[in-house]
Structure formats: C-alpha cells, structure tokens
C-alpha cells in the first residue's frame, strides 16, 4: 500500500517550511504563501495556462547559470501580487541566504521565482498583497503540519463554482519495479532510501474540481489511508445557485490559475526538475475539467533538495536506471498534486455569494 509522509505534506521533504500571511474581512480576501529552502534546492518550472503571472522562470530554464533557489512565492493579487516576492527577498536577504555574489558572507542574492492567480475580485480594489505579506510569511514559515483552506494564497481562491484554497499532500515514493511503501530484502525501511514527493496546490480553476451531477471530486480515487476524511462520496446533484458566476468586468468568462509547488528529496538537475514539474501539471488536468485554459495561469515549481541520489546503472543501459527512477517521481507528483487539490477545496469555507464544497454536499463533511 502506498504511504504518505508523516505530515501529509509538503514539509516532509526535509528542508522545506511553509508559511502563510492572509488579510481576511473588512473589504480583503487574499494572500501570500511561501516554501522556503533557505539552503538552497534545484528548481524547476512548467507554465499550461494561456495567462501566466509569474517571475524568475527563464532563470530556471536548464541552460541558465543560477542552479538553485532559496524560496518560492505563490500570491493572490493577479500581477500586483508579484510584489511579494520583494518581502520573501528581505527576509532571506537578511539572514544571508541567497546566490552569493560578494567576499562577505551577507552579499548575497536570493533567488525567489514567484507565480500569482487571480482573485481580485475577492477584495475591494486595490486590496492586495504586497511586500509585507511575503515578508510576514516567511516570518510564519514552519516545518510540520501546514494549514489548508482559506489561507495564504488560497484566501481569495475560486475553482469553478466552489471557493477554492491551499492544499498539500506526500507520498513516499517506491524503487522502480516496487510499491510505495514496500522494501525488497536487504534494503532499509521506508523513508530511509525511499525518495519522497510533496506538493502544495493553489486551487484556483477555471474548471470544476467536482462532477456537480453527483458531487464526487474528479480525482477522489487518489486517496490515501482515508486522508480525505470522507466515509461515503454523494451521489446527487449540488445546488449552485448561490454562486457568483463570473467574475466582475469579464463578460462571465473567469479569469483564474492553479499554481503550486512540488517538491522531492531526490538530487535532481534543474532539466529534471523541469520533468518533474511538467508531471504535476497532468494532476491537475486530472483534478478539474477543463484545465489549463486560455483563462488560467497554471504554474508549478519543483524542487529536488539533493538528500537522496537516484540510482545510476552501469555498462551501456547504465542511464535507463536513472531514467526509471525519475519516471517513478513524476507518477507519484503528478498523483500528489491531484491529491493536495483536493485537500485545497475540501477544507475551504465558503464566502459570500461563492460556496465551499462542504455547503453544496454538507453530508460529506
């Protein structure tokens, strides 16, 4: 059977922390959402969308001299919201972390590639994050358990009809030929020489995440050890009549994004990475219908800290070996970003005139 990590999250890559910093009420609903690596970790980018907003993705291309990053943004605030990054900056800037370009230990550069959705009709106009909220952040920023919901940049988050939110997930990844979870005689336990694979999701679609006929999410069959919580899907058609429809001032056409991270403990080259990030897109073409529309921004960063090496054969079919155990990494991101998705929209709360998925199917929750 396939095993999460301990936290179900993306924090059981070790290494990496998560914070949020959100303004809720009073005329906001928006945020920002850090995964700091302040040691440094190869990264990787794959953008689907028609309408990206995002920054520092062409140093990530393979050919590119900068091979590690120190932290990734994800903000609310359509293209506004980049200016979170600036805050993420200050803070590693502060503590010496970064691409070093001075003698002295402090002249340094982080590195923070950064991607935003949309959501500014969530807020009043003008309301939206800025330096601070990347800053208060990374002040927020935690190893272990990572909320979900409505938080960070998943305040102001809307997936088709439902209100959308952050969600994270892991899974402990299995040598090729095996199972996630399972050892072959005369090699260590699970989590000792097993790769592991987190991600975390900025569920903000233009498509539905959920089959509205029967309230089942399109990749329910994902789950693990009854991480979703939920004894029985429904089998009956949602109400929806609640929702908002379109968005303010676009003719009923949403503009929206997906974005998130994922992330492994595998020592990968940034191509890889690339491969890997690339992978996690098709989990979220399985998660909502349709996806990656002229709409959407879909952006997804991966990462690979370096702790575990893949496995290099020898003689003339040496690289195959290599290549199977990364194709096992991107099977497993692609299923664990599907996975935190669905976490994004089950722990949302409903908003004003957007309803959470547990409004619609309050029998499920």
């Excluded at 995964?35 to 028609?50: E, F, H, K, M, T």
């Excluded at 000792?192 to 959920?210: D, H, I, R, Y």
């Excluded at 991270?261 to 990475?273: G, H, I, M, S, Y």
């Amino acid at each position: 059977m396939s095993m999460t990590g301990a936290e179900n999250a993306i924090t059981d890559v070790a290494g990496l922390s998560v914070g949020h910093h959100e303004r809720v009420g009073r005329g906001w609903a928006t945020g920002s959402t850090v995964v700091l690596v302040p040691d440094g970790a190869v990264c990787g980018v794959d953008g689907r969308g028609g309408a990206p907003g995002t920054r520092e993705t062409d140093l990530l291309a393979p050919q590119n001299l900068v091979q590690q990053v120190h932290g990734i943004c994800l903000s609310g605030g359509s293209a506004y919201g980049l200016a979170a990054a600036d805050g993420v900056m200050r803070w590693l800037g502060e503590r010496a972390h970064g691409f070093a370009v001075g003698a002295q230990p402090h002249e340094v550069v982080p590195v923070v590639p950064a991607a935003v959705v949309f959501d500014l009709p969530r807020s009043d106009w003008g309301n939206r994050p800025d330096a601070e909220f990347g800053y208060q952040a990374c002040q927020n920023a935690a190893s272990g358990p990572v909320a979900q919901g409505c938080v960070g940049a998943g305040a102001g988050a809307k997936v088709g009809s439902l209100k959308g939110g952050v969600g994270t997930a892991s899974v402990i990844v299995p040598e090729p030929g095996g199972r996630a979870g399972e050892t072959r005689p005369g090699h260590p336990q699970p989590g000792e020489s097993q790769p592991t694979v987190g991600a975390l999701a900025v569920v903000n679609a233009f498509g539905e995440a959920v089959d509205t006929g029967t309230g089942r999410p399109w990749t329910a069959e994902c789950e693990l050890a009854g991480e979703f919580g939920v004894g029985a899907w429904p089998s009956r058609a949602g109400d929806l009549s609640s929702g908002d429809g379109g968005h303010a001032g676009d003719d009923g056409r949403s503009l929206n994004t997906t974005i998130g991270v994922v992330a492994t403990d595998a020592a990968l080259t940034k191509a890889e990475c690339q491969r890997l990030a690339m992978a996690a897109q098709d989990g979220i073409a399985r998660a909502v219908r349709p996806a990656h529309s002229m709409f959407d921004g879909d952006t997804v960063f991966a990462l690979g800290t370096g702790a575990h090496e893949l496995p290099e054969g020898s003689g003339p079919f040496g690289a195959a070996a290599r290549a199977a155990a990364l194709d096992q990494l991107c099977a497993a991101a692609a299923t664990c970003f599907s996975r935190a998705m669905v976490h994004g929209l089950l722990r949302a709360d409903g908003t004003a005139g957007l309803p959470a998925y547990r409004d619609v199917w309050p029998e499920v929750c």
